[in-house]
């Protein structure tokens, strides 16, 4: 009764200029930063008391005072962050208007579904395993690529916005339908197949970070499967470790002879599908493979991460022995240091 009485005191007094002026006071969090949850149906006195715990408000009552000029407009469940001073008025506004706190999440191109997995999970917004789960099935690309056996390749590299209450489901949404959307906008050739165009794209894009190469890139692997000569990519073999869980940062000879779909190494022709998260940039150059006599490449000397390509297997061994003798020397330099 007495709570009754303090608000509609200060509900009259709101009226006044002193009262207003207490509505419209900005107050700063102590912390700087305050994060709090709304869950759904919680009572707005419960939320003042919250709030003041938190350091929003100074004080719960002027909250509900606040409240009292606007009884039947509902408060939105969600996280909010109050990082700046802001008055009882505009907390409120808030609440209502449901400006909630959202995290952004860049999936790199080039990424596969366990990297996302890995990073949903260091950011603490989403369980890795259930973002695994999730995208492993296939069913809401089938209709585009009915050869898809996962959703790896159509969650689309980009900047996403979460929310605490988004989950696994609304992610991978966003993601393949942000897929479709790119892949909307492309030209691909009369016939082509959707599934092994973005196949091809996810082996250009982990091959090369360099911009200028991905259409000579998709050149070689085009061209090898035209002679109908294996691809030899090693990001296929690094794939395959990954799914039967033996990737352990380095490939070793037995993993090239190891028999496994996705080894391009033992298996002309594409792996089944692809082995990441190809950018537009990539599907382009898988489109539009550049003209090129090129059956070969190896990454040039240094840390350019840029490739020289080849025609022949003499020049492709020059060049694969220039590589591991600048290779050698930047070991010998190292030790060096060390030793210093």
């Known amino acids: 009764m007495r709570v009754f009485f303090a608000l509609a005191a200060l509900a009259v007094a709101a009226a006044g200029g002193g009262g207003w002026w207490l509505l419209n006071r900005p107050f700063a969090p102590a912390s700087g930063e305050v994060l709090v949850t709304v869950p759904p149906g919680m009572a707005t006195r419960r939320l003042a008391v919250v709030l003041e715990q938190e350091g929003v408000v100074q004080r719960r009552e002027l909250l509900l005072a606040a409240r009292i000029f606007r009884p039947k407009a509902k408060l939105q469940a969600g996280e909010y962050r109050f990082a700046k001073a802001d008055t009882p008025r505009g907390v409120l506004d808030r609440l209502i208007r449901g400006d909630i706190h959202y995290y952004e999440v860049t999936v790199r191109e080039g990424f ?12 603490g917004l989403i369980r890795g395993q259930d973002f695994l789960k999730v995208a492993e099935d296939p069913a809401p690309v089938l209709d585009l690529a009915p050869k898809a056996t996962s959703l790896e390749g159509y969650l689309f590299p980009d900047t996403y916005r979460l929310t605490r209450a988004t989950t696994a489901e609304d992610l991978a949404r966003q993601m393949h339908r942000r897929f479709r959307q790119v892949w909307s906008n492309l030209v691909p050739q009369e016939g082509a197949s959707v599934h092994e165009a973005v196949t091809l794209a996810s082996l250009v894009e982990k091959e090369t970070g360099a911009g200028s190469e991905r259409a000579l890139v998709a050149s070689v692997f085009a061209n090898r499967l035209a ?16 799914l039967e869980g033996r990737w352990r940062g380095t490939i070793y000879r037995s993993d090239l002879d190891r028999e496994h779909p996705y080894n391009t190494y033992r298996n002309p022709g594409l792996p089944p599908g692809p082995i990441a998260s190809p ?31 080849s025609e022949t297997m003499a020049d492709h061994d020059a060049a694969v022995a220039r590589y591991r003798s600048a290779q050698k020397q930047q070991e010998a330099n190292r030790q060096g240091v060390l030793r210093r």
């Open 112 to 123: 596969n579904r366990f990297e996302i997995a890995a990073l949903l999970e260091a950011q």
């Open 227 to 242: 002679r109908g000569m294996k691809l030899d990519c090693d990001p296929t073999v690094i794939y395959a470790a990954l």
């Open 279 to 309: 950018g537009r940039a990539a599907l382009e150059a898988a489109l539009r493979p550049a003209e090129s006599n090129y059956l070969f490449f190896v990454a040039e000397p240094g840390n350019s991460g840029r490739h020289v390509f």
